[in-house]
Protein backbone atom coordinates (compact mmCIF):
# COMPACT_ATOMS: atom_id res chain seq x y z
CA UNK A 1 0.00 0.00 0.00
CA UNK A 2 2.85 2.50 0.99
CA UNK A 3 4.69 1.67 -2.40
CA UNK A 4 1.67 2.26 -4.05
CA UNK A 5 1.01 5.82 -3.10
CA UNK A 6 4.62 6.56 -3.42
CA UNK A 7 4.13 6.14 -6.94
CA UNK A 8 1.18 7.67 -7.38
CA UNK A 9 2.76 11.11 -5.51
CA UNK A 10 5.48 10.54 -7.30
CA UNK A 11 3.90 10.08 -10.78
CA UNK A 12 2.19 13.65 -9.45
CA UNK A 13 5.67 15.24 -8.91
CA UNK A 14 6.65 14.33 -12.24
CA UNK A 15 3.85 15.46 -14.69
CA UNK A 16 3.77 19.35 -13.69
CA UNK A 17 4.58 22.56 -15.59
CA UNK A 18 8.33 23.03 -14.22
CA UNK A 19 8.67 26.51 -12.51
CA UNK A 20 11.63 27.61 -14.85
CA UNK A 21 9.04 27.23 -17.82
CA UNK A 22 6.82 29.60 -16.11
CA UNK A 23 10.07 31.88 -15.09
CA UNK A 24 10.45 31.81 -19.27
CA UNK A 25 7.28 31.89 -20.29
CA UNK A 26 7.38 35.34 -18.09
CA UNK A 27 10.73 36.30 -19.46
CA UNK A 28 9.65 36.44 -23.51
CA UNK A 29 6.45 38.10 -22.13
CA UNK A 30 8.11 40.67 -21.30
CA UNK A 31 10.41 40.67 -23.49
CA UNK A 32 8.97 40.24 -26.42
CA UNK A 33 6.28 42.99 -25.24
CA UNK A 34 9.34 45.48 -24.89
CA UNK A 35 10.79 44.97 -27.82
CA UNK A 36 7.03 45.06 -29.79
CA UNK A 37 6.45 48.25 -28.12
CA UNK A 38 9.88 49.50 -29.48
CA UNK A 39 9.00 48.63 -33.16
CA UNK A 40 5.58 49.77 -33.14
CA UNK A 41 6.02 53.45 -31.53
CA UNK A 42 9.86 53.81 -33.54
CA UNK A 43 9.27 51.81 -36.55
CA UNK A 44 11.40 53.68 -38.64
CA UNK A 45 14.05 53.14 -36.55
CA UNK A 46 13.85 49.60 -36.70
CA UNK A 47 13.60 49.42 -40.07
CA UNK A 48 16.73 51.38 -40.86
CA UNK A 49 18.67 49.65 -38.09
CA UNK A 50 17.92 46.33 -39.46
CA UNK A 51 18.16 47.17 -43.27
CA UNK A 52 20.84 49.60 -42.96
CA UNK A 53 18.50 51.76 -45.57
CA UNK A 54 17.71 55.15 -45.04
CA UNK A 55 14.42 55.30 -46.32
CA UNK A 56 11.22 54.94 -44.25
CA UNK A 57 9.51 52.13 -42.48
CA UNK A 58 7.12 49.54 -44.66
CA UNK A 59 3.74 49.88 -43.05
CA UNK A 60 3.67 46.26 -42.30
CA UNK A 61 6.59 46.93 -39.58
CA UNK A 62 4.06 48.75 -36.82
CA UNK A 63 1.94 45.94 -37.40
CA UNK A 64 4.52 43.52 -36.76
CA UNK A 65 5.12 45.52 -33.92
CA UNK A 66 1.41 44.83 -32.32
CA UNK A 67 1.62 41.32 -33.12
CA UNK A 68 4.96 41.05 -31.42
CA UNK A 69 3.05 42.71 -28.56
CA UNK A 70 0.11 40.28 -28.59
CA UNK A 71 2.45 37.17 -29.00
CA UNK A 72 3.80 38.80 -25.35
CA UNK A 73 0.76 38.82 -23.82
CA UNK A 74 -0.15 35.24 -24.67
CA UNK A 75 3.47 34.13 -23.49
CA UNK A 76 2.27 36.10 -20.07
CA UNK A 77 -1.15 34.14 -20.00
CA UNK A 78 0.36 30.60 -20.51
CA UNK A 79 3.06 31.08 -17.73
CA UNK A 80 0.17 31.84 -15.14
CA UNK A 81 -1.98 29.29 -17.13
CA UNK A 82 -0.10 26.58 -18.63
CA UNK A 83 -1.56 24.36 -19.38
CA UNK A 84 -5.35 25.41 -20.31
CA UNK A 85 -3.70 28.50 -22.67
CA UNK A 86 -0.84 26.11 -24.39
CA UNK A 87 -2.36 26.06 -27.71
CA UNK A 88 -1.08 29.95 -27.70
CA UNK A 89 2.65 28.61 -27.40
CA UNK A 90 1.82 26.47 -29.93
CA UNK A 91 0.89 29.97 -31.82
CA UNK A 92 4.20 31.40 -30.56
CA UNK A 93 6.20 29.14 -31.87
CA UNK A 94 4.82 28.63 -35.28
CA UNK A 95 4.69 32.71 -35.33
CA UNK A 96 8.29 32.69 -34.70
CA UNK A 97 9.11 30.34 -37.32
CA UNK A 98 6.74 31.74 -40.13
CA UNK A 99 7.56 35.22 -38.73
CA UNK A 100 11.45 34.86 -39.41
CA UNK A 101 10.68 33.28 -43.00
CA UNK A 102 8.68 36.24 -43.61
CA UNK A 103 10.80 38.64 -42.29
CA UNK A 104 13.39 37.78 -44.56
CA UNK A 105 10.87 37.43 -47.56
CA UNK A 106 9.15 40.81 -47.47
CA UNK A 107 11.08 43.38 -45.64
CA UNK A 108 14.74 42.22 -46.20
CA UNK A 109 14.18 40.96 -49.72
CA UNK A 110 16.60 37.63 -49.06
CA UNK A 111 19.50 39.96 -48.53
CA UNK A 112 21.17 39.12 -45.44
CA UNK A 113 23.35 41.35 -42.78
CA UNK A 114 24.75 41.18 -39.54
CA UNK A 115 22.08 43.27 -37.53
CA UNK A 116 19.54 41.05 -39.50
CA UNK A 117 21.62 37.96 -38.24
CA UNK A 118 21.54 39.43 -34.72
CA UNK A 119 16.96 40.48 -34.86
CA UNK A 120 16.46 36.69 -36.10
CA UNK A 121 18.53 35.36 -33.54
CA UNK A 122 17.70 37.30 -30.45
CA UNK A 123 13.89 37.76 -31.71
CA UNK A 124 12.76 34.27 -32.93
CA UNK A 125 15.74 31.71 -32.71
CA UNK A 126 16.26 31.88 -29.42
CA UNK A 127 13.01 30.88 -28.03
CA UNK A 128 12.26 27.98 -30.64
CA UNK A 129 14.01 25.35 -28.54
CA UNK A 130 12.88 26.27 -25.38
CA UNK A 131 9.07 26.70 -26.64
CA UNK A 132 9.31 23.36 -27.97
CA UNK A 133 10.01 21.58 -24.48
CA UNK A 134 7.72 23.58 -23.02
CA UNK A 135 4.96 22.56 -25.19
CA UNK A 136 5.77 19.24 -24.99
CA UNK A 137 5.99 18.99 -20.78
CA UNK A 138 2.37 20.97 -21.38
CA UNK A 139 1.30 17.94 -23.70
CA UNK A 140 2.43 15.45 -21.15
CA UNK A 141 0.99 16.94 -18.76
CA UNK A 142 -2.50 17.68 -20.28
CA UNK A 143 -2.43 13.89 -21.41
CA UNK A 144 -1.55 12.72 -17.68
CA UNK A 145 -4.54 14.52 -16.42
CA UNK A 146 -6.96 12.61 -19.10
CA UNK A 147 -5.68 9.58 -18.35
CA UNK A 148 -5.81 10.05 -14.73
CA UNK A 149 -9.48 11.28 -15.08
CA UNK A 150 -11.06 8.05 -16.76
Not at 71 to 89: D, E
Not at 100 to 105: D, H, T, V
Not at 129 to 135: A, C, K, T, V, Y
Amino acid sequence: MLNTEYSIMEVRESVRVELWMQGFLLLAGVYNLGWGFFIYKFPDAFYQWVTLEDHPALPVIEWQGLGVMLFGLFYVLVAFYPTRFWYLLVAGLCSKIVGALGFYLYVMEGHINKKFLFHLIMNDLIWIIPFGIIIGRMVTVRTTKKQRAL
